[in-house]
């Protein structure tokens, strides 16, 4: 790959598969058990030009788990840019201050412009409505350890993705990653004009997936192994689009959604931020305590995979396990209130 990571694009199939595979030997370090001061001296710039919780705290939480030290910026209205400085001049200054960037950016293309102008490694954090790379990776992270705890398999499996497949970056580089896997069933819903864009789903098919497109969920998903559900992305709407649009009841994925349509073993994803205001119907909160709701271990999956995505780009992935140290303090036992449903479950496979 090169140098940046920047869409799925320049992805290779032997690259996920070593990354996925530094990201495992991460783990321990990610759970608390194990110390590296592997990027002891490194300096992260994690520039967020839209609003974001977990992207940015889950890359600083990588890095600093490898032992790097981060610098922050949140916001357009406080930065240069605001002041009329051109992406160019941001990323050659930024780059004299820090041995990594992220960066998210409201405009498509912004990040990969950025990076143009740069050596120092650039991950795209989310750029507008096209691409979020990071997420897509510790999405089929997820996915594959999902499988492996519940006995499945990727090649032949059906994933059903639905919300706002036009402007949901997530699900655009997820598509464009399963893309490298063996023929899969892909079931696209997504209200009225909120599908999926059409390149996208050619480059699924041609790539041999069956890809299916739907506009409702009151319909037979018990095949179905895995639900990602998004987020209507209303940001990026037109105003008109904004006064016009409401999500009807139908698209909500909530418990009657999966015990009616779906299966005890399918798997619920969302990359977060889910809407869970009334009205919302994105991913629904009564399915907090479900087994089958995944999301949480996906955002924990999140620490390994973007440590690994540090490790490969600064060239790192064969030496942060020498001499690993105890942790010092004492870390919970379980991080969250839920968490233990998962091996004692109906649907865990772990006794
Ligand atoms: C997503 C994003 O920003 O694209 N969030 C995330 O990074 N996990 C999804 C969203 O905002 O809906």
Redesign the pocket.
């Known amino acids: 790959m090169s140098a940046h990571l920047l869409s799925v694009d320049n992805l290779s199939r032997d690259y996920v598969d070593h990354l996925f595979h530094v990201a495992r030997r991460m783990e321990p370090i990610a759970q608390r058990q194990k110390i590296t001061r592997v990027l002891e001296g490194a300096v992260l710039g994690n520039l967020f030009f839209?609003?974001?919780t977990?992207?940015r705290m889950s890359f600083h939480s990588a890095f600093s788990r490898l032992g790097g030290s981060v610098c922050d910026t949140t916001g357009f209205t406080f930065s240069s840019m605001a002041k009329g400085e051109s992406l160019y001049d941001t990323s050659r200054v930024i780059s004299g201050y820090v041995d990594a960037i992220v960066m998210?950016h409201p405009d498509l293309g912004s990040v990969a412009e950025f990076a143009a102008a740069t050596h120092v490694p650039v991950i795209n954090?989310?750029d507008g409505p096209g691409e979020?790379p990071s997420?897509a990776l510790l999405d089929l992270y997820t996915i594959n350890k999902e499988f492996e705890r519940i006995g499945k398999a990727l090649p032949g499996a059906h994933l059903l993705l639905t919300g706002d497949l036009k402007y949901?970056?997530?699900v655009h580089s997820l598509l464009k990653l399963l893309a490298l896997y063996p023929p899969m069933q892909i079931t696209l819903v997504s209200p009225p004009g909120l599908e999926m864009p059409f390149e996208l789903i050619d480059r699924a098919e041609n790539a041999g997936h069956r890809v299916q497109q739907r506009d409702t969920l009151q319909a037979d998903y018990s095949d179905v192994d895995v639900v990602y559900a998004?987020?209507i992305?209303k940001e990026r709407f037109t105003q008109e689009m904004v006064e016009g649009f409401s999500l009807s009841s139908d698209f909500s994925v909530d418990r009657a959604f999966l015990d009616q349509r779906c299966s005890t073993h399918t798997i619920a994803m969302h990359?977060?931020?889910r809407d869970s205001r009334p009205g919302a119907n994105d991913l629904n909160v009564d399915l907090n305590g479900d087994p089958r709701l995944a999301i949480f271990r996906q955002t924990d999956n999140g620490i390994p995979v973007r440590m690994a995505i540090f490790a490969t780009l600064m060239g790192v992935e064969d030496t942060f396990d020498r001499g690993l140290r105890d942790v010092g303090w004492k870390p919970p036992h379980q991080v969250g209130v839920d968490d233990a449903l998962l091996t004692s479950g109906p649907h865990g496979q772990k006794g």
């Open positions: 839209e609003a974001s977990r992207t998210r954090g989310g979020h997420q949901g970056r997530t998004t987020r992305q990359p977060l931020p």
